[in-house]
């Protein structure tokens, strides 16, 4: 078990150091620098990137932004996979930093998912969730869980978990408590994977296929 706990917490903790670069098509009143930030692997782009949002409006007209999505080597990265994931599906063997692609116009929609809030995001968040514990516990995990646990979930998301440690009562903490379910979900992953991305995987997406579409 404490080798379990371990492995959970790097990847709660895990952080992919990150170039962010404007496309160069996109229209700039000056030159746009490279944007650099570690990137969180248990959240979402579009739930961490707002500094790398604001820093590349400074060079940009208003009328020439519209969403914003990202890329790599020319594959539009969906905001609903987790960072990790995407990470290890497509950069994994690629030196560091990760270099990623930011868009302002020309939103594949083919591809990707529109993301209008962070309310849509904590939605997604919950819904895999409730979709993991019922899969594998039959909500009998997710029902012993007070609101205000589930909230410090996604709040240590929301915040990127920069300010969640084992020693206050905050996310880490909620999982240690579960640690059980935790496990039984890792392992459920790396059965369903044959272990390929099985570190990058946690609690919240038990099952990708029903999960991210």
Known sequence: MTDDKDVLRDVWFGRIPTCFTLYQDEITEREAEPYYLLLPR??????????????????MKQ???????????????????????????LA???????????HFKSFPEKDLLHCPSKDAI??????????????KHKSQVINEMQKKDHKQLWMGLQNGLTSFG???GNSWNILQKKMDFVISLLEYIRQQLNDLLFRSFFVLWLQMDSCIH
């Open 166 to 168: 084992p020693s206050i």
């Open 122 to 135: 904590e939605a997604h968040f919950m819904s895999c969730m409730k979709e993991a514990d019922a899969l």
């Open 92 to 102: 994994s063997s690629s030196p560091l930093p990760w270099s990623i692609t930011v």
């Open 42 to 59: 248990v959240s979402y782009l579009t739930l961490v990137t707002d500094k790398v949002k604001k820093h590349f409006q400074k060079v």
């Open 63 to 89: 009328e020439d932004i519209s969403e914003i999505w990202f890329e790599y080597e020319g594959i539009p990265l969906k905001w609903h996979y987790p960072i990790g994931l995407l990470f290890d599906l």
